[in-house]
């Protein structure tokens, strides 16, 4: 099978570009001008370098493909990017697939949108929409948090800082899954035969846990005495009204503006199905994938087995 994967340069997209050349696939990096050097070589690979939203004609070097992965995501959240990279860049991946017949477009997205109320998940559901009016079959991949975006406290305790929590530490809860874990998954559904587009949420091995059950693991791991500062996630709406006069006349102050929505969001949303019928996330409900662990990925960072994951724009400590 011949594979079309987008986003090969970020923290997933690598782990599915891993994935996919471990079970032999033939792969087709599609990267921005300038970014082939990023990504490794491999006789089943081919890199292509195009800018999709500027160059109409950037898919004519592709020939025919069997399937199309995206795990393209906006860097910052600002409205403008998530528009033109959570839609628009994923819209021409899917006017290319529609054109030349794909038999499945998979699509890495956020179970974040169950409450749209960011720029970038309203961006994403906008796609999802188109993704499943198309003709071609869909697979909308839904997880929860990743292992990186629970990495940002390990040098902070490592030098002997307290955790730090939002409110109780309790008022949310997440199945993290690895990188990984979450490219098996993916790539497993480049067999799926069925047709119309499907939905899957999906978290790592459970059980859930609260930020206050991740500081523990992450002392643990790094010998620490479990310690805790809280801080109220309100101080994000705090500091967003502070900068509001200032939005009204500096596109970045928006832009900021935003970010502190999504540092809001994260700090009191939960990352689990959210059952509408009765207004509540459900841990029970969500489904899990792989083996690997937060605490046994905490346990190689520390011990410098792994290292420390880069982390993207959106970062709350």
Known sequence: ????????????????????????????????????GNVASSPALTVIEADVL???????????????????????????????VE????????????QTGVSRFILLSAICV??????????????????????VPGTIIRPTAFFRSLAGQIERVRAGKPFLLFGSGHLTACKPISDRDLARFMVLKLMDASEGTHVYPIGGPGPALTPQEQ???????????????????????????????????????????????IAKFYATESMLVWDESSQRYDARNTPEFGTDTL??????VCSGELPLPERGEQRLF
């Open 1 to 36: 099978m011949r594979v079309l994967l987008a986003g090969a340069t970020g923290y997933i997209g690598r782990a599915v570009l891993n994935e996919l050349l471990a079970q032999d696939y033939e792969v087709l990096v599609l990267v921005r001008p300038g970014s082939g």
């Open 54 to 84: 500027a160059d109409p004609t950037w898919q004519r070097s592709l020939g025919q493909v069997d399937a199309v992965i995206s795990c393209v995501a906006s860097r910052s959240g600002a409205p403008a990017d998530a528009e033109r």
């Open 87 to 98: 839609f628009g860049f994923n819209r021409a991946l899917l006017e290319y697939a529609e």
């Open 114 to 135: 169950q409450k749209p109320r960011l720029a970038f998940q309203r961006e994403k559901l906008k796609f999802e929409a188109l993704l499943s009016k198309s003709s």
């Open 215 to 261: 500081g523990r693991l992450l002392c643990e791991a790094l010998g620490k005495p479990f310690r805790t500062t809280s801080v109220p996630p309100e101080m994000f709406d705090w500091m967003r009204w502070l900068i509001a006069p200032l939005a009204w006349f500096s596109s970045g102050m928006r832009d900021r503006a935003e970010f502190l929505r």
């Open 295 to 300: 605490s046994g990925f905490y346990a190689k």
